[in-house]
């Protein structure tokens, strides 16, 4: 039988560079598509397309066949210093809404079997995440929606794009929510990093007993998840038959932004002292909720945060050490 056949939108980038990998390992025949090759390790993909998936034109001719399976992790994004300065909403909407509307357009036409789109915890309702200790993100509450962030407006109208499209045109979706994914080769540096690969640069990069900074009081609440279970949590979603999403993906071991950075200054053997200074926060508290995802796909992830960070800081330190 010849090999199933995959699409990954996306690809230079985190998540999408490490899914490459997955599918790779499971047989796929790999196309990668991004404005850049992945910028901390080779592309595991057969076939890597530099391209502009807002050009209608790249998007046509990387569909150049029936697609067993299309990813689409292609967007403008960063962390809370790109996404809640309000500086990017713009680029950001326009961008990332610009690869949804032509990857669907052409997808239908190309005949494309199944389409996973990776959408975002920023689509839940600021009003529900207001207490740091009981935010409320499970999958039916994003209605009367007030996302925070024009990034959470986007996607959002994104997840309803894609499940139009299932509609009208009777297209294989699957959508799932991420909630902060982490891990080796993230960004973790120049303003579109996360916050476990911030704080475990600022952590590598100070001595023991010295100060770094944190956004805000520290209060606020996440949860964060390891890249490994992502990539779990996608494949099993594309694999079910009876159920499409849309799904969180993430863990619920919310943290304080301050435990976040004691779990870290634990793993380096540390103490530092936080410093807390205004700076762009979003939502006060957000964890995810996986309810849904266990009655549907028989599964949630379970990793302990404390592994994932190890890891991470782990390459990270790596990478600090090399400046």
């Known amino acids: 039988m010849d090999n199933k056949t995959a699409l990954v939108c996306g690809a230079g980038g985190f998540i999408g560079s490490h899914l490459v990998k997955k599918l790779k390992k499971e047989g796929f025949w790999v196309r990668g598509v991004d404005l850049k090759y992945p910028e901390f390790s080779k592309t595991g993909a057969d076939d890597f397309i530099i391209g502009d998936l807002r050009d209608p034109d790249v998007c046509k001719n990387i569909l150049d066949r029936q697609f067993d399976e299309v990813y689409q992790l292609a967007a403008d994004m960063g962390g809370a210093g790109y996404i809640f300065t309000g500086e990017h909403d713009a680029d950001v909407m326009h961008n990332s809404a610009t690869i949804n509307l032509n990857m669907l357009h052409f997808g239908e036409k190309a005949k494309i079997r199944k389409i996973f789109y990776s959408s975002s915890a920023c689509i839940y309702p600021e009003y529900n995440q207001v207490d740091p200790e009981n935010p409320k993100c ?184 090399k400046i």
């Not at 979003?282 to 796909?297: A, C, F, H, M, P």
């Open 138 to 321: 499970s999958e039916e509450s994003a209605y009367p929606a007030a996302p925070d962030s024009e990034y959470g407006w986007e996607k959002l109208f994104s997840e309803r794009l894609y499940f139009a499209y299932k509609r009208n045109y009777n297209m294989n979706v699957r959508v799932a929510r991420f909630h902060n994914i982490f891990g080796p080769e993230g960004t973790w540096t120049g303003g579109k990093e996360k916050a476990p690969a911030a704080m475990c640069r600022k952590i590598a990069s100070a001595k023991n007993g010295g100060e770094i900074e944190i956004w805000g009081d520290g209060k606020q609440t996440r949860s964060f998840l390891y890249i490994d279970e992502c990539l779990a949590g996608i494949r099993r979603l594309m694999d079910s038959t009876t159920f499409f999403g849309p799904v969180n993906i993430g863990s619920e071991e919310m943290v304080s932004i301050n435990l976040l950075a004691e779990i870290v200054m634990g793993i380096a053997g540390k103490s530092i002292k936080l410093k807390h200074i205004d700076g762009p926060l979003g939502v006060r508290g957000r964890n995810s909720d996986n309810k849904l995802i266990r009655e549907k796909l028989n599964w949630a992830p379970s990793e302990p945060l404390k592994n994932g960070l190890t890891k991470t800081y782990s390459w990270i330190e790596e990478q600090v050490s």
